[in-house]
């Protein structure tokens, strides 16, 4: 069936440091690929997403690419800031683009 | 615009009584997902709605669980009886075609 795995977090890093969280996929067909942003006491909330192997989603600094040889969807920031600190999902969606199956979230920290 | 409105954002409640959780989607979705939270399993999809139409309900844990859409505009879960293992956050989540899931804040329900 269908997974997602992350990254074991917690990841601790200071401000201005580049983060990666690997994300990994089993799927059948060409799935849609999220990231999702949680922040403490909030619902999810939409980060980035890409429908489509070789597709680069972007938002507020934070970039993922489908890569569908390596069934990869690694979340990539060049300068994190404290306000970035919050727990991550990968995600990834049926050909209907109906029900997400989530990874186990990675939780971020950053320090000033 | 408002987003994902869930009721109540927090339900403490005893072993055995019923509870029943809300959620009313953005205006003009037609899918609507319910989800639970828990640090051991993570977050489940446990049922979603096309249409007011139950889709998939595999993932509503046993029989206490069952859940409504009357109309475009609302829905209800309900535990009965609850048990303290039901304890966890329960998100809401609706999209339209073509577009990711917007998550409503949650419902922390804490089962004594």
């Known amino acids: 069936g269908n997974s997602v795995t992350q990254m074991e977090g917690p990841v601790t890093l200071s401000e201005e440091a580049f983060l990666t969280i690997n994300c990994t996929y089993t799927a059948t067909g060409y799935p849609s690929l999220f990231w999702y942003v949680q922040y403490p006491g909030e619902g999810l909330q939409l980060l980035l997403k890409?429908?489509?192997?070789?597709d680069k989603g972007s938002n507020k600094g934070f970039e993922a690419t489908y890569r569908k040889e390596t069934t990869s969807f690694h979340l990539e920031k060049g300068s994190v800031q404290v306000s970035d600190s919050a727990v991550y999902f990968c995600?990834?969606?049926?050909?209907?683009?109906?029900?997400?199956?989530f990874g186990k979230g990675t939780t971020l920290s950053v320090s000033s | 615009d408002a987003g994902v409105i869930q009721s109540p954002r927090h339900e403490v409640t005893e072993m055995g009584q019923e509870v029943t959780l809300r959620c009313k989607p953005i205006?003009?979705?037609?899918?609507l997902f319910w989800y639970r939270q828990t640090m051991m399993r993570g977050l489940e999809l446990l049922i979603y709605?096309?249409?007011?139409?139950?889709?998939?309900d595999s993932g509503m844990p046993e029989d206490r669980f069952s859940a409504k859409m009357p109309n475009a505009s609302f829905s209800t879960l309900k535990i009965q009886p609850s048990e303290p293992r039901d304890s966890a956050v329960y998100f809401c989540?609706?999209?339209?075609?073509?577009?990711?899931?917007?998550f409503g804040p949650g419902t922390r329900l804490t089962v004594l």
């Open positions: 989540a609706s999209r339209t075609s073509g577009s990711g899931q917007f």
């Open positions: 205006s003009g979705h037609n899918s």
């Open positions: 890409a429908t489509k192997a070789d």
């Open positions: 995600a990834l969606a049926n050909q209907a683009g109906t029900a997400l199956i």
């Open positions: 709605f096309n249409n007011n139409v139950p889709i998939d």
